[in-house]
């Protein structure tokens, strides 16, 4: 199935729950066709010198979402920690409290950002 139509699926349910915000993480080629489909207020993060990263610095103009692209797992907490700051702060998902744990402290059952394998 293409990660793109599930990330539909995702966005109109989250739209029915007044959810506004998308984070996606990639670095395949499979993951380019969801970050297509992203808006101009999600966030899409392609791991750079990979094929998602490399395809949409190919023609960076089809893709609406902003792009922080990052290459080492620091670099990843420290953007993906930020979006989510910035996601909460603007009040995207009042339930959520805003903590910022470490990537090697993230647990299984605490995943922020769901993945689509």
């Known amino acids: 199935m293409c990660k793109g139509m599930i990330l539909e699926h995702i966005q109109v349910e989250a739209d029915e729950k007044g959810k506004k915000t998308f984070i996606y993480l990639g670095d395949g080629g499979g993951d380019y066709c969801p970050s297509l489909r992203l808006?101009?207020?999600?966030?899409?993060?392609?791991?750079?010198?990979?094929?998602?990263?490399?395809?949409?610095?190919?023609?960076?103009?089809l893709v609406q979402a902003n792009v922080h692209e990052w290459s080492s797992a620091e670099e990843l907490e420290r953007i993906?920690?930020?979006l989510i700051s910035g996601v909460l702060i603007d009040g995207d998902n009042p339930n959520c409290t805003s903590s910022s744990p470490s990537l090697t402290e993230t647990s299984a059952?605490?995943?922020?950002v769901p993945t689509v394998e």
Do not use: A, C, E, Y
């Not at 059952?109 to 922020?112: G, L, R």
């Open 39 to 61: 808006r101009k207020d999600d966030q899409v993060m392609p791991r750079k010198g990979f094929p998602l990263w490399d395809r949409i610095q190919s023609n960076p103009s």
């Open 80 to 82: 993906l920690t930020h």
């Open 109 to 112: 059952q605490n995943t922020i």
